[in-house]
């Protein structure tokens, strides 16, 4: 079992339309929590960091359920340029090793 | 944020021969790291850039296959050696910074390698 499990995707939306992702982690002495976007062809980039409280950032919100080990994104309002993988990350702040999920490729069309 | 770059961006080799990747950094951090992206794939470590010590590596990854420099802490390279077409993807360098969200990482913009 992977450390980090994503839905496989891909998703398909239309503009507009609310997706959310999920992810699981396996190692429960994991310290910090994050969703990366990557573009085709570019290097990953922090989209937000995941906290138990929840936080949001215009139409994304991110929540984590430690409990459950357990990371969602949620995008609102889908546009166009939120095409893209995105990657959940999981960071043991002990040995200061980072895990990438596998990513979950999302289309939004018009 | 540090702005941090690589070169080269990208390149085509020959099986067997060597290239070596550098990634600077605009000011100095303490951890550096590379990371491997093959095609479809997510990211994967291969090593921690220590200055003035060896790099720590992942497993299957090792020092002879992948030599790694820190010289200062804005700099570093990576060398991935004896290349066979496996070795196609794209490098990655990467820098942690404290901040009051937590550790967030920056990476490179990446160098992308065919080996023929």
């Known amino acids: 079992r992977k450390e980090v499990e994503q839905d496989p995707g891909p998703f398909n939306v239309p503009e507009g339309a609310t997706v959310a992702f999920n992810c699981t982690y396996s190692n429960s002495a994991s310290q910090s929590f994050f969703w990366y976007r990557q573009d085709c062809r570019k290097e990953p980039k922090l989209l937000m960091s995941v906290y138990s409280s929840g936080n949001e950032d215009g139409r994304f919100t991110a929540q984590l359920n430690r409990a459950s080990q357990y990371i969602s994104l949620l995008i609102r309002d889908s546009k166009l340029s939120d095409s893209a993988t995105y990657l959940c990350?999981?960071?043991?702040?002990?040995?200061?090793?980072?895990?990438f999920g596998a990513g979950t490729r999302l289309f939004v069309k018009a | 944020s540090a702005v941090i770059s690589q070169k080269p961006s990208r390149d085509i080799c020959q099986r067997g021969t060597s290239l070596t990747i550098q990634c600077q950094v605009d000011s100095q951090v303490t951890m550096m790291f590379w990371y491997r992206q093959q095609p479809g794939q997510s990211l994967t470590l291969i090593a921690t850039?220590?200055?003035?010590?060896?790099?720590?590596?992942e497993s299957g990854f090792v020092i002879d296959k992948f030599p790694i420099s820190r010289p200062n802490l804005t700099f570093s390279t990576l060398t991935v050696s004896n290349m066979s077409p496996e070795d196609s993807s794209i490098y990655l360098c990467s820098y942690y910074r404290d901040s009051y969200t937590g550790n967030e990482q920056f990476f490179g913009p990446g160098t992308r390698l065919t080996v023929l």
């Open positions: 850039a220590n200055q003035g010590s060896e790099a720590t590596y």
């Open positions: 990350v999981v960071i043991h702040t002990g040995g200061f090793k980072t895990i």
